[in-house]
RNA sequence: GCCUGGGUGGUGGAACUGGUAGACACGCAGGACUUAAAAUCCUGUGCUUUCACGAGCGUACGGGUUCAAGUCCCGUCCCGGGUACCA
């Protein structure tokens, strides 16, 4: 019987999805084992090739620890709320719902032709109200909470009212909003309930607040920072634009220290905690105030060199910051207003694309130096950014780079404070050297001049040493339909949140999907949707980052529908022991996962604080485009290696009529009208195709589905394919170049079973050599499994079916191991073999073999003998013997003389069982 | 600019703590089976040189450490990914 892969996935997967083997166990005294794939957000496309490369690896892993005896918790699941639905209900009305459970049901098909071990029972869609009644919940905890920088947790809110109905807000250290007045028990007593709500909005871990947000005019909705990408919406690649507004947020800031040290207790790569690290932007250093000559107002500053204090010449503000109006003079007034609505008006996008002009302009204002009682001059520009540190910088142009592109561009003065540049030619950065020009400081080293000067402003009163994080908070609210409605109404123009047993606050039917003639987001539009009937709720919805924020909790107990997850469970599951996702995800969905896992621990409602152990990024797969080349002015279309003789056009071209980089012309006439009467120009009688590594996408036509190659080679074929193509972490372009390769190997691994077309294995004894091929294989696929370097497992599967394909070896003692050893990798064949062989159970939960050493040890072992480094031959001795017998035998042999020439050798190096070097 | 990962045959890639570079696979060449093809099997395959044995050169480039370097150290170049006026 020849090698039938596609009946017996297809009777595997039905077998799989009756008996359910994989179904994790809430009760169980074996270890516990928990493996995630990244979250995936069902789009129209289907899944490509590249998709299922991690969720083959964590498969992979997933079988292995059931082999190994570990209860494994694997779940898959949906993030179905989300933009494309939308612009896709938008152009055709189609409401976003029915969209989703289309683009679902095709994922799952996809997902199950792969024969991954999901336990299905734990789906979760963050659409679903079952599911986000929880997200809704988890935000009326964020909204009840304030952060103490006493205990430096998150905590109840109550706590904060408590204290401020004994002693007002002075003594509270808590992560609250810039600005918030100092009130006493008594005011706060006094203080009316929207006044009281107004305060404590400054306090709540998810707030109402006003902020400069992105706004992107083209989806009508703010996006958080991590979801605009060069000025441009990261979905869409619309403009976005900086806009002053209302929004809900969340106060992430006040996680910024614990998100940073914490990422020394996770193993995840060193890259994607960097990126975290500097998305996060601890830096240390002081505020400083300036006094304004002829007015009461100081400007506050934040600098992280106060050494340099003595080589400031002038004051830079934000155009936005809060006192340009007030101290600009009259002859500056319209300069200044006309360069605050220059740069209003300007898009992100050309902000940041203009980086390198320079441009500001003199508010006519002047202050004075702290220490030396100059006039400095105060001027606002574009290059200082409102919403970092105080919105005012001290310019220090002799060295910082910004400051001396401004300074040389108004004709500033330049002070060198700091030895060791040429500041005529450029700045001098670099924290070394000796201070000059700086009173007291003067002849000290950056380092001690950096202790001194901070001691110096804060014994002066004129500031003090703070640390500012680059991180802002996050914006929540999404003026959009497909998201989970905020649940909180407003009474008397005074938020409220739901109580627990009114959720989930379901999201309402509406006409359209688009925003109000007045502009109003599309909840506006929903029927009689109010509280009671009587208040109006938040027509804003949340962003697509909510719900996946915690949906690796939900796995551990998805049906519950009193808790978002019963405490025993996610005691009992802790947090996620292996992660496998891409790196484009650092700076948002993994670090607002890893704020509110924070803040649930914090709440007590987990036992964790962090929500992965270790993360494995996986590689992209590019797509490997082809394209055609057309003749200028002309319907000729030519082949690759003649497209230099003419004028021409590259088209991208569907990869998939394409082989070898040759082209099917029969299907590229069909595959579009215009190329259907074309001329064709072939060298050697083929058109052969030019083509591009890009990123697999619709618009190059050069996507490919893992459901082809199912079609074609197999499930188990892909699967080790996928892992055959290199490492796990590393991109690389899709190829099928050698999936004959593995098809074959898998061929092989069944005929060594089958005799005449018969099934035929022997009971036999196994020989010492076919035991010394099962033993090595078994160490090596451990070792790889737990590298995670499944490429070489693939290798290693190939060696050992290729050796005992050369012994004619079909003992069962030896096949039944090895089948064992592969069915991590390709399941299907596995599982049939393992029933072929007459076991009744799924080969899943059957025990991984152990190796044994001792048929590993060699009698002989070969040594190469090399000169100076150079391998010259090699010779057969015994195992035991030492180096000084190896030695011996060595310099007996008669092909030494050979390489001697006659000289004595210097020195002999043996290192048993590894090699001979001698030295001449 | 900064932060990261990488550079090994015609190709994808092996080489775990320095110890025979190129495993495994693709491709290519030759052969067997076949009327033929597919499938399968066998042999060869880093480059140069040699009928052959062999010799020389080889892990981006230039140095260094070592008996021994793809692997460690210093410098340079190139490519991929992330990020960008954060004071």
């Excluded at 503000?317 to 009259?330: N, R």
């Excluded at 991109?731 to 079973?753: D, E, M």
């Excluded at 009971?763 to 160490?779: D, G, N, Q, S, V």
Aim: aromatic fraction near 12%; charged fraction near 25%.
């Amino acid at each position: 019987m020849d090698y039938n892969f596609s009946e017996i996935e297809k009777k595997w997967q039905a077998r799989w999805a009756k008996e359910k083997p994989f179904k994790a166990e809430n009760n169980s005294t074996k270890p516990k084992y928990y493996v995630l794939d990244m979250f995936p957000y069902p789009s129209g496309a289907g899944l490509h090739v590249g998709h299922p490369l991690g969720y083959i690896a964590s498969d992979i892993m997933a079988r292995y620890r059931r082999h190994k005896g570990f209860n494994v918790l694997h779940p898959m699941g949906y993030d179905s709320f989300g933009l494309p639905a939308e612009q896709y209900a938008i152009q055709t009305g189609q409401h976003p719902a029915l969209t989703t459970q289309e683009n679902i049901q095709r994922y799952r098909e996809q997902l199950d032709k792969i024969g991954f071990s999901f336990d299905w029972d734990r789906e979760v869609r963050t659409s679903d109200p079952e599911y986000y009644k929880w997200t809704q919940w988890i935000f009326i905890q964020l909204f009840n909470s304030w952060y103490n920088k006493e205990s430096d947790k998150a905590e109840d809110i109550k706590t904060l009212i408590a204290e401020f109905e004994k002693k007002g807000n002075s003594a509270v250290n808590a992560s609250c909003d810039e600005g918030t007045k100092k009130f006493t028990a008594l005011e706060w007593k006094a203080f009316s309930e929207k006044k009281k709500s107004d305060v404590l909005m400054h306090y709540r871990i998810a707030y109402l607040g006003e902020a400069y947000v992105n706004w992107c005019p083209a989806l009508g909705t703010v996006l958080a920072n991590d979801e605009v990408k060069d000025g441009v919406s990261e979905r869409g690649g619309h403009p976005v634009e900086r806009k002053l507004m209302k929004q809900w947020s969340m106060r992430i800031t006040a996680y910024a220290n614990r998100l940073l040290e914490d990422l020394n207790k996770i193993d995840w790569p060193e890259s994607l905690k960097e990126s975290q690290r500097y998305w996060l932007g601890k830096s240390v250093g002081t505020s400083l105030r300036f006094q304004l000559k002829n007015s009461e107002d100081k400007i506050e500053v934040f600098t992280t060199r106060p050494d340099t204090i003595f080589g400031v010449s002038f004051l830079t503000l934000a155009p936005e910051h809060e006192l340009v109006e007030k101290i600009t003079t009259a002859e500056q007034k319209n300069q200044v207003t006309d360069y605050i609505t220059k740069s209003k008006n300007r898009s992100e996008r050309e902000r940041q694309a203009e980086v390198t002009k320079v441009s500001g302009v003199f508010t006519g204002a002047y202050a004075e130096h702290p220490f030396t009682g100059n006039k400095i001059p105060v001027w606002i520009g574009d290059y200082v950014l409102a919403g970092y540190g105080t919105g005012a910088v001290m310019a220090v142009p002799g060295h910082d780079s910004r400051d001396y592109a401004f300074a040389k561009n108004f004709n500033l003065p330049i002070p060198e404070v700091v030895q060791g540049g040429d500041i005529t030619k450029e700045s001098y950065d670099a924290k070394e050297g000796k201070l000059i020009n700086s009173d007291f400081l003067n002849g000290l080293e950056v380092k001690a001049a950096l202790k001194n000067s901070i001691e110096e402003i804060e014994k002066r009163g004129l500031g003090k040493s703070k640390i500012n994080f680059r991180l802002r908070d996050a914006v929540f609210g999404r003026q959009r339909y497909w998201g989970e409605p905020i649940p909180v109404y407003y009474k008397n123009d005074i938020p409220y949140v739901l109580a627990e047993n009114e959720l989930p606050l379901v999201l309402p039917e509406v006409d359209k999907f688009l925003p109000t003639e007045d502009g109003e987001p599309p909840l506006a539009r929903a029927k009689n949707w109010k509280y009671k009937g009587e208040f109006e709720y938040e027509l804003t919805t949340m962003p697509g980052w909510a719900g996946s924020s915690w949906y690796f909790l939900r796995y551990m107990d998805a049906l519950n529908d009193k808790t978002f997850a019963d405490r025993t469970l996610s005691d009992y599951w802790q947090n996620v022991d292996l992660y496998i996702g891409g790196s484009e995800h650092a700076t948002g969905h993994l670090l607002y996962v890893r704020f509110w896992t924070k803040f649930l621990f914090d709440l007590n409602h987990i036992s964790v604080d962090e929500p992965a152990k270790k993360l494995i990024n996986q590689g992209m797969i590019q797509g490997t485009s082809a394209m055609v080349y057309r003749v200028n002015n002309s319907n000729k279309i030519v082949s690759a290696g003649l497209k230099n003789n003419y004028d021409t056009t590259s088209i991208h071209i569907d990869v998939n009529i394409v082989e070898n980089n040759v082209v099917n012309v029969e299907a590229l006439k069909k595959w579009r009208d215009d190329f259907a009467n074309a001329e064709f120009e072939l060298e050697d009688g083929k058109l052969l195709a030019g083509s591009a590594v890009e990123k697999m996408s619709k618009r190059w036509y050069n996507v490919v589905t893992p459901d082809l190659i199912c079609q074609k080679f197999g499930a188990d074929t892909l699967r080790l394919y996928e892992m055959f193509l290199g490492p796990l972490e590393q991109s690389k372009p899709w190829n099928t170049n050698g999936i004959t390769g593995v098809s074959g190997f898998l061929k092989k691994l069944w005929r060594l079973f089958y005799q005449n077309n018969t099934f035929t294995v022997s009971e036999e004894e196994p020989t010492k050599a076919e035991l010394k091929t099962l033993h090595k294989t078994i160490k090596k696929i451990t070792e790889d499994i737990e590298r995670f370097s499944f490429n070489t497992s693939v290798s290693n599967f190939m060696i050992c079916v290729n050796e005992l394909g050369e012994q004619k070896c079909n003992k069962r003692a030896i096949l039944e191991k090895l089948i064992l050893l592969v069915s991590p990798y390709a399941p299907h064949i596995a599982e049939e073999l393992w029933e072929s062989l007459g076991h009744t159970e799924s080969i899943s939960t059957a025990p991984f073999p152990e190796f044994n050493e001792a048929y590993l040890t060699e009698d002989s072992f070969i040594y190469p003998v090399s000169f100076n480094g150079k391998t010259r031959f090699q010779l057969d001795l015994s195992a035991t013997l030492t180096a000084q017998e190896v030695e011996k035998i060595v310099m007996e042999n008669e092909q030494i003389s050979k390489y001697l020439e006659g000289k004595t050798p210097k020195k002999i190096i043996v290192v048993p069982k590894k090699i001979v070097n001698i030295v001449i």
